[in-house]
């Protein structure tokens, strides 16, 4: 079957502007997690949504940082005025349930802010 | 709180040698514990995870690893080293429960040498 798709694979853009990252889950996963992964850098965690709802979002480093999710489907995370600190991969891992270990992660949208 | 500590960024083996890819991790809670690898452009994929039955854990390619609790270690290895092993390798801790989110270390890079 399908696994996480993200999109866009690469996104360019200039410190200030707001960006939208798209995550499409693999069906029927209920949870779904934001990751972000900086250069030389391991990953760390954002936001956790369980259905539509986020239980955890104690990884979001500002409050430039949302995200929301449209039932168990695709979840976007939105950074409004980026700032070139916000260069990085961000990675989407969905799993069957929260408390179902394996996540599966999707390839990254990788975002450059000059 | 968690935390996984992968000493090191880089390591290099000759083909055909013993890999060995050390994790520690710190956690107030019994953990979960995983690997994952990520070839270049490509997303993480779960080599193998510990979710408290045997503690030698056998994964995907020919790796293993051993939970030691009184080590707090959860180290990788592979017999035999293979070019197409050549990656970068994540530890990840998480709490059992609800919210399955991943704490990663930083990361080390394999090399393998002809």
């Known amino acids: 079957g399908a696994g996480v798709s993200q999109s866009p694979s690469n996104k360019v853009t200039e410190k200030g502007k707001d960006v939208e990252l798209r995550c499409d889950p693999i069906?029927?996963?209920?949870?779904l997690y934001w990751y972000r992964q900086r250069l030389g850098q391991g990953l760390e965690f954002l936001i956790y949504?369980?259905?539509?709802?986020?239980?955890?979002k104690s990884g979001l480093p500002s409050d430039r940082f949302s995200a929301e999710r449209t039932g168990e489907s695709v979840s976007t995370l939105t950074i409004q005025r980026t700032q070139q600190e916000d260069s990085a991969v961000y990675l989407c891992?969905?799993?069957?349930?929260?408390?179902?270990?394996?996540?599966?992660f999707g390839p990254g949208t990788r975002l450059t802010v000059t | 709180a968690q935390s996984v500590t992968q000493l090191g960024s880089h390591v290099s083996v000759s083909e055909g040698a013993l890999v060995l890819l050390r994790c520690n991790y710190s956690?107030?809670?019994?953990?979960?514990l995983f690997w994952y690898v990520q070839y270049p452009n490509q997303g993480l994929q779960l080599l193998l995870k510990?979710?408290?039955?045997?503690?030698l854990v056998k994964g995907i390619n020919g790796f293993e690893a051993e939970f030691k609790k009184s080590e707090t270690s959860f180290h990788l290895t592979k017999p035999s080293a293979h070019m197409s092993d050549a990656a970068e390798y994540f530890c990840?801790?998480?709490?059992?429960?609800?919210?399955?989110?991943?704490?990663f270390g930083k990361g080390i890079t394999l090399s393998v040498r002809p």
């Open positions: 891992a969905s799993s069957l349930s929260g408390i179902t270990y394996e996540q599966y």
């Open positions: 069906s029927g996963h209920t949870a």
């Open positions: 949504f369980q259905g539509n709802s986020a239980p955890d």
């Open positions: 956690s107030s809670v019994p953990p979960y």
């Open positions: 510990y979710t408290s039955a045997a503690t």
């Open positions: 990840a801790v998480s709490r059992t429960g609800a919210n399955s989110k991943l704490t």
